[in-house]
Every structure is written in structure tokens, then in C-alpha cells.
């Protein structure tokens, strides 16, 4: 079963949280992502944007997905607000 970051170990792979599939699991992995410490090492913006460097195909649901690995949200369910403040803050990183 797929869980937040917030509940996981920090040794959980980032396969295991929710939202994230194989796919971006896979590009987690390139950049050094494997595990729920390395992505809140990281934090979510700055781990979209190294994704998103290497894939431009790399969309705004994997930076909402992310966030929602990490807070145990559905990337669906994320407020209109907390969207519009993470789409912000990747775009001026």
C-alpha cells in the first residue's frame, strides 16, 4: 500500500509513497532520489526542477504529486491555492 513521506521511514523508497508511479520513480532515480530522506533532503520544488531539467516532458502534476507524496494528499485533492504557490515557487527557483 502506498503511504505519505510524513508516515514512511526515511529509508521507504519513493515508489512506495503515494502518487508516485513508475515513471517518475524512474526519474527520481536519476537524479539521486531513492528514498523519502533524499526527498525531503532535497525538498519537493528543487526535485521537480532537477526532474523536469532532464525530462521537459516532466508536467506540473509531478510537482503536485510530489507534494502530495510528502503531506499524504492525493496530488487530485490539492488545494487551488497550495497548486498555484508551488507552480510559483518552481517557476522562480
Known amino acids: ?10 529509508a521507504t523508497p519513493v ?26 533532503r532535497l525538498g519537493v520544488v528543487a526535485t521537480f526542477r532537477m526532474v523536469k531539467a532532464r525530462h521537459a516532458e516532466a508536467s506540473l502534476n509531478l510537482l503536485y504529486a510530489l507534494h502530495g507524496a510528502v503531506t499524504g494528499t492525493s496530488w487530485k485533492n490539492i488545494s487551488v491555492t497550495t497548486k498555484a504557490k508551488l507552480k510559483r515557487d518552481a517557476d522562480t527557483l
Open 15 to 40: 515508489g512506495d509513497l503515494l502518487n508516485l508511479g513508475p515513471v517518475s520513480t524512474a526519474w527520481l532515480g536519476e537524479i539521486g532520489v531513492r528514498t523519502t530522506s533524499d526527498l525531503n
Open 1 to 10: 500500500m502506498k503511504r505519505a513521506a510524513a508516515k514512511a521511514d526515511d
